[in-house]
């Protein structure tokens, strides 16, 4: 099992950047694939980007970077040339993976996720 607990969010102009973490408790972490997800007021939860156990990565947005780093339990997302439309509560999710190439670009198959971090882009 794992907990995971975002941070990083805030509120940030138009135009600038925020790196959001999300910390996973346990020793097992290199053990799962890990992605992000948003959901902005009266929308649905929407996904941002995934990372396999091995490093390999996608992202809905060229703006937004996903990294990993296994020796601190963290997963990381990089977000830069914020634009208002980014407003959303990010949550990082985790989903126990076979195979260290795969990752997940759906909500369903992760079995884990933080209480959410927000993001405020103002214009």
């Known amino acids: 099992q794992v907990q995971l607990v975002e941070s990083g969010g805030g509120l940030v102009q138009a135009g600038g950047s925020l790196r959001l973490s999300c910390a996973a408790s346990?020793?097992?972490?290199?053990?799962?694939?890990m992605g992000w997800f948003r959901q902005a007021p009266g929308k649905e939860r929407e996904f941002v980007a995934a990372i396999s156990r091995s490093g390999v990565s996608t992202s809905v947005k060229g703006r937004f970077t996903i990294s990993r780093d296994n020796a601190k339990n963290t997963v990381y997302l990089q977000m830069n040339n914020l634009e208002p439309e980014d407003t959303a509560v990010y949550y990082c999710?985790?989903?126990?993976?076979?195979?260290?190439?795969?990752?997940?670009?759906?909500?369903?198959?992760?079995?884990?996720w933080g209480q959410g971090t927000q993001v405020t882009v103002s214009s």
């Open positions: 999710a985790a989903r126990a993976a076979l195979y260290e190439g795969s990752y997940y670009s759906s909500s369903g198959p992760y079995g884990y």
């Open positions: 346990g020793r097992t972490f290199s053990s799962y694939a």
